[in-house]
T-cell receptor, first 108, second 116 residues
Framework: EDQVTQSPEALRLQEGESSSLNCSYT??????LFWYRQDPGKGPEFLFT???AGEEKEKERLKATLTKKESFLHITAPKPEDSATYLC?????????FGSGTRLSIRP | GAVVSQHPSWVICKSGTSVKIECRSL??????MFWYRQFPKQSLMLMAT?????????EQGVEKDKFLINHASLTLSTLTVTSAHPEDSSFYIC????????????FGPGTRLTVT
């Protein structure tokens, strides 16, 4: 059965404290793995697409990596404005599956 | 690029009435649009997928007669909640995809529906 699991459920960091969010997946026929950022009361904002193991994408303080079983979203020297829920989604052969998200909070 | 709008951003309606939510892709042609529902502190729940000019495909457990979806053009899809009840109160989000450029979905800002 296709499945996406994100961990941790919530993460609180001090400003400048780097960390990583995990997205583990099992899917038949991976078409792509996506990372989104969602602020409260808003729709998800697209961040990255990863297609194959070994691929990496970067945007400002965020870097996404992909293996055959999981993806990491690394956040380097985060700022309070990086606080949000980060969603991972996997597009399989027939449908997209979203993880439950990681709520990231950055304290100044 | 890849901007999706939704209207209204919030709506309050009385039980038994119907409400329509519009989803537009502003700068690309959306061959496929999706409708999601999200409860507080929970992830997205896919309700239905629609391709332009075709009938929507509903996920298991979603009442197609209650949640009417129309995707009449490459830039517009609508979700009509018919005979709304308080349990239909939720955050509804649409997304759009241009199949010619990949599998990424671009989301609208969402619509908060409150049924009194």
């Amino acid at each position: 059965e296709d499945q996406v699991t994100q961990s941790p459920e919530a993460l609180r960091l001090q400003e400048g404290e780097s960390s990583s969010l995990n997205c583990s997946y099992t899917v038949s026929g991976l078409r792509g793995l996506f990372w989104y950022r969602q602020d409260p009361g808003k729709g998800p904002e697209f961040l990255f697409t990863l297609y194959s193991a070994g691929e990496e994408k970067e945007k400002e303080r965020l870097k996404a990596t992909l293996t055959k079983k999981e993806s990491f979203l690394h956040i380097t020297a985060p700022k309070p404005e990086d606080s949000a829920t980060y969603l991972c989604a996997v597009q399989g052969a027939s449908k997209i599956i979203f993880g439950s998200g990681t709520r990231l909070s950055i304290r100044p | 690029g890849a901007v999706v709008s939704q209207h209204p951003s919030w709506v309050i309606c009385k039980s038994g009435t119907s409400v329509k939510i519009e989803c537009r892709s502003l700068d690309f042609q959306a061959t496929t649009m999706f409708w999601y529902r999200q409860f507080p502190k929970q992830s997205l729940m896919l309700m239905a997928t629609s391709n332009e000019g075709s009938k929507a495909t509903y996920e298991q457990g979603v009442e197609k007669d209650k949640f009417l979806i129309n995707h009449a053009s490459l830039t517009l899809s609508t979700l009509t909640v018919t005979s709304a009840h308080p349990e239909d109160s939720s955050f509804y989000i649409c997304s759009a995809r241009d199949a010619t450029s990949g599998f990424e979905q671009y989301f609208g800002p969402g619509t908060r529906l409150t049924v009194t």
